[in-house]
Every structure is written in structure tokens, then in C-alpha cells.
């Protein structure tokens, strides 16, 4: 049932993620603490800023995708592993926001200063790139090698398709096509490998196990969508981070790209050439514009595609991991639903 409210659409969210999160408290108490005494295991001079890292994350949505696509498996095992695959995920998820924050230039992230900013930027690219160099030594620990490929080939696509966005800023000569590459190259990848792996750690099929990446896959599409939208719509007390950086940045970013399809050929033109001239007024005149096209609805029909796909990837198994994995999905619908209501 649609909710008519924001106060109704944050009480819809926050239900829905309590409803998956409540399952796996224990999973997450003992990854928070496995986490803290990984610091240990790094060199002095690092410890403090990884420490903040630490504190300062998010809701550990990638580790739960870990946890519930390996949700009552069939190895008997398998938590501790399952335990090890999920910090292995994290740690490369915090590495690339810290390494994102520095290319953004953003300042707040979880209300609190980004790395680079607190550390500086140089200082913040040295423990993005500890946090993956632990990764990859916690996954050369597992018994076979399939881990440690499937992280090191994930996070190789995650720089790939930053290193495209970064390059093509301020252009404006690319596509749909384009844009769906780059985010599921940086953000659908890890999402993928996290289901994935943990359907795999888990002792499930290979059948289900790749259905489970394709759910993954999906989903994170389309979470990258939501934080698209987030950019542009949302505010920063409802988010806790520096809000939009996406056009300050030059990324054409979805709904951007669906605004410029609808826009006249000649305002279209007008606008990129003041865009590209560095009008500083333009990024103003873009947001007025996205308000008065339908474009926001647009980008959800999008957005609920995705879902829809991440779905059906896993509706033809019985595997006790599917429904909770579904609930997932329905956590990033509900989030929207805040957003559409602010």
C-alpha cells in the first residue's frame, strides 16, 4: 500500500530495515568486532585512521548480502567463513568511498568528515589502499582460491569504471549505454560478488549461486539509481553527506541523461555550452529544469525494473535464502519511497 507521507515513508523504511536487520545482528556484532581486531593486524603508523574509517560506516548493506544469500545453507560450518567473506567485502566497499571521497571532494559522509578531509587527501589515498591490501591478504585465508580472484577481479572492474567516469567528466558525448556500464562496473560489482560468494561459502548450488549474482547485480543497479536521485533531490540532513557533487563534478549521471533527451535540441545545446564553458550558474539552472520535466518518475520506472530483475533472477529457486534476500530488494524500494516524499 502506498504510503501518502514522508513521516509515513521514513516509518515504512525503518521497518524494513529493522525487519532484515534484526536477523542478522549477531552476524553483523561479530563482523563489527572482527573488524576491530583486524586494526591490530596493521602497521601502527595506519591504525588511527583506519580506526575512524571503522566508526564511521554505514549500515553494512553489502556484509548482509553476504549473510542472507548464504542464509541457512547447506554447510553446517559456514558462519565463520561467511563471517570472513563479509569483512573481506566491507573492507574493499570502505576502500573505494575513501578513495571516492577524495575524487568528489566531498567533506561529509555518514554526517561525519570524510577521511580526506579529516586526514587530507594525500594521507586518505594510502589508507583506501591499506583497507584493499587487507582485503586481499583476509581472502588469500580462505581454502581456495576462488575468493581471493573473484575480490581482486570485482575490485579491478570497481577502478575500471571510475576511471571511466573520472575521464569522461565535463564530457558530455555519451549515453545511456555508457552509464549503465560505469555503475555496474563501480557499484553493481561488488554487490554481485557479494551474493555470489556467499551463496557459494555457503554451500549452495552453482545454479543458485549464479542466480544469486545476477540478483546482486540487479539490485546494485539499482541502488546506484537511488543514490543518483539522492544527489539531486535529497537533502543533506536526510542523508548525512555531501549532496550534490554528481554535476559540480561533470558526471552525467541517469536522471541528467533522461533531462537532456527531453529538453528542445536548442536549449539542450545552450545548456552543455554553458555547462562546458563553466557557467557557474549552470548547475542551478540544470536542478530548476529536472523539477519541471517528469524526470524524477522516470528514473523510478527505471529504478523498478531493476528490482523487478533482481527478483525474477531468484523466484524459480526454494533455496532458504531467497526470501530474505527478496526483503533486501524491498529495503532499497522502501528508501526510495523516502526520497520521493522529501
Known sequence: MPVSSKSEANAVAAAGFAGIYDPVK????????FLSSQIAEMEPEVQAQVRYVFSHSGKRLRPMLVAYSGWEGPKADNFEQLLRLGAVIELVHLATLVHDDILDEADTRHRQKTAAKKFGSAAAVLIGDVLFSHALKLAADFPTTEVCRAVALATARACAGEIAQTYQRGEVNYDR???FRVIQLKTAELFEVSCR???????????????AGLFGRHLGIAYQIFDDLVDLYADESMIGKTLGT???????????????EQLPADERETLLTRFKAGDENIAADFSERLHAFPIFEAVVEIFEAQLSQANAAIAP???????????IAELVRAQLGRLERN
Open 177 to 179: 549505454k555508457f552509464y
Open 246 to 260: 554528481d554535476l559540480e563534478k561533470g558526471k552525467f549521471t541517469l536522471p541528467l541523461l533522461l533531462l537532456l
Open 197 to 211: 560468494l556467499g551463496a557459494e561459502v555457503a554451500g549452495y548450488s552453482e545454479a543458485f549461486a549464479q542466480a
Open 26 to 33: 549477531p552476524y553483523l556484532a561479530k563482523l563489527d568486532a
Open 317 to 327: 529457486f526454494a533455496e532458504k535464502a531467497v526470501p530474505a534476500m527478496q526483503q
